[in-house]
C-alpha cells in the first residue's frame, strides 16, 4: 500500500466519521423529538387525570357537605322540639306551682280561722272556768 492508498482510506475514514456523526445526530433529533412528544402526552394524560380526581373530589366533598347539613338540619330541627316541649312543660309546671300557692294561701286562710276560733274558744273557756272543765287524760 502506498501512500495515496493510505490517504485515501484516510479520506473515506473521515467521510465515514462525517456520515455516522451525522445519522447519530439525526437519530438524536429524532429521539429527542420523540421523547418530548411522549413527555407531552404523559403530562396531558396526567393533567386529564388529575382534573377527574379533582372532579371526584369536588363531588365526594359536596356529598359530605350536603350530608352534614342534613344531619345538622335534623339536629336543628331537634333542639327546636325540645325547646318547643320545655316551654310548654314550663308553661304548665308555672301554672301548677300557681295553682299550689293558691292552695297553700287558702289553707293559711283556713289555718288562721281556725287558730282565731280556737283562741276565741280558749278565751271563752277561761272566762268560764266553771261551767266548761278540760281534764288532760
Known sequence: MDEK??????RLFEK???QSQQNIELL????SQQFDQKLEQQSQQFDQKLEQQSQKFENFV?????????KLSVV??????LRN??????????QEIELCNFKIDTLNDK???????????????????NIYCVKEV
Open 85 to 94: 316541649e320545655i316551654n310548654v312543660s314550663h308553661t304548665a309546671l308555672k
Open 16 to 18: 465515514h466519521a462525517e
Open 111 to 129: 289555718i288562721d280561722a281556725v287558730a282565731t276560733d280556737l283562741k276565741q274558744h280558749r278565751q271563752d273557756t277561761e272566762a268560764h272556768k
Open 5 to 10: 492508498d493510505l490517504k485515501l482510506i484516510e
Open 76 to 81: 336543628a330541627e331537634g333542639h327546636q322540639v
Open 28 to 31: 438524536l433529533a429524532q429521539q
Open 62 to 70: 359536596g356529598v359530605i357537605s350536603e350530608n352534614f347539613e342534613a
